[in-house]
């Protein structure tokens, strides 16, 4: 008997679970043309977990061969489904039973192509605020072109230059430039061969030895022909003298050694110590220290600037280094770069001082002009 009520109980089948309704699949906005949405009406049965969730089928024909393409939990009522560009698609949802049995599938959902979107609309912020820089870029360019004056707060270490170079001069002793141990594209070495450019024409002018050691061959041929074309550009390209300007070696502490023998050898009366630098900064610094060398270091890392600062007679901390190159050739184009920065960050700052200040009051609308979606 107990045998005879155990296979009745299995022979009973579940109760098919009603299928979701208002199937619609759409093109997926602000993409590049290879997503589809497909959204839903939920099964009347989609309570009480008789049921656990969603599979997603797709035909390119609407009474086609439906292939399964994913699944989602009980509740959701949208899935984005990855496709080709160009094709089309018709989509059915089923139901996956748990306490119900599974369902049928839907009735199948319109024709969606998909395309190729080519502004994201939930971006215009994000265009708002690169037009107004890119126009106070333009404003500031042409009011330095125009001679207008712009205030560019004083830098120590770069008002300092001058003093150095002059006093290499009265010295007799050469001036030693170390252009960091990074590669050609880092932002901190392009900001190190720009001043480089500074330095290399009035050295020229003073007719004083300059000496730039490098670590990375592309750095090398860069800085050459830099300081050859400084000494071009005051008129005194016999004083430029190309194995003064050489390479090293590409290992770190390798490249240490050679630049401290060069300082203990030389005795350079000022070094030059920016770009990007790691634990060989300390070495590099105190072993000027010693020869008594006036020194202006400048990175953006971090980690090494307090040895900077504790071993060199000036530091130009992060921001600094990239300011440096128009703080000293006073060039339009780049000065006015700089005071669009400067402005940008002011402003940006001012948003976000106002935007935590009417968050707090409960106000979401200036909120959600930030958001990206």
Not at 147 to 169: M, N, S
Not at 196 to 206: C, E, F, G, M, N
Not at 227 to 239: C, I
Not at 251 to 265: E, H
Request: charged residues 20%; glycine residues 8%; contains cysteine.
């Amino acid at each position: 008997m107990i045998f005879l009520i155990a296979l009745l109980l299995f022979s009973v089948q579940p109760k098919a679970a009603a299928p979701p309704t208002s199937v619609r699949a759409y093109d997926t906005p602000n993409d590049n043309g290879g997503r589809i949405t497909v959204v839903w009406t939920v099964s009347p049965d989609d309570t009480n977990r008789a049921i656990s969730g969603y599979e997603i089928h797709r035909s390119e024909a609407i009474d086609g061969d439906y292939e399964y393409r994913g699944y989602v939990g009980r509740g959701m009522t949208e899935y984005t489904d990855g496709v080709e560009k160009g094709a089309g698609y018709h989509y059915r949802v089923k139901v996956r039973g748990r306490l119900l049995g599974d369902s049928e599938l839907s009735q199948p959902s319109g024709l969606a192509t998909p395309s190729v979107q080519w502004f994201h609309r939930g971006r215009v912020n994000v265009l708002v605020g690169v037009g107004f820089f890119s126009a106070m870029v333009f404003f500031f360019i042409s009011a330095a072109r125009r001679g207008k004056e712009l205030f560019v707060r004083r830098i120590a270490g770069l008002q300092a230059v001058d003093e150095a170079v002059g006093r290499a001069t009265e010295m007799g002793k050469p001036i030693l430039y170390v252009p960091g141990l990074s590669v050609a594209d880092d932002v901190a070495t392009i900001a190190s061969l720009n001043i480089l450019s500074q330095v290399a024409k009035k050295t020229a002018q003073y007719e004083t030895r300059l000496l730039v050691p490098n670590r990375d061959p592309i750095v090398f041929s860069i800085a050459q022909e830099i300081v050859k074309e400084a000494h071009a550009s005051v008129g005194r390209p016999d004083t430029y003298r190309a194995e003064d300007i050489f390479f090293v070696t590409q290992s770190q502490f390798g490249y240490a050694a050679a630049v401290d023998g060069i300082m203990v050898r030389e005795k350079p009366a000022t070094n030059f110590f920016l770009g990007m630098f790691w634990a060989e900064s300390l070495v590099l610094a105190e072993t000027g220290s010693s020869i008594g060398a006036i020194q202006i270091a400048g990175t953006d890392a971090v980690t090494q600037l307090p040895f900077f600062i504790a071993a060199c007679d000036y530091t130009l901390i992060g921001e600094e280094l990239y300011a440096a190159s128009s703080y000293l050739s006073r060039e339009p184009l780049q000065l006015g770069s700089l005071k669009a920065q400067d402005w940008a960050k002011v402003v940006i700052t001012a948003l976000v001082v106002a935007g935590v200040i009417i968050s707090a009051l409960g106000y979401q609308f200036f909120t959600r002009i930030f958001e990206v979606n």
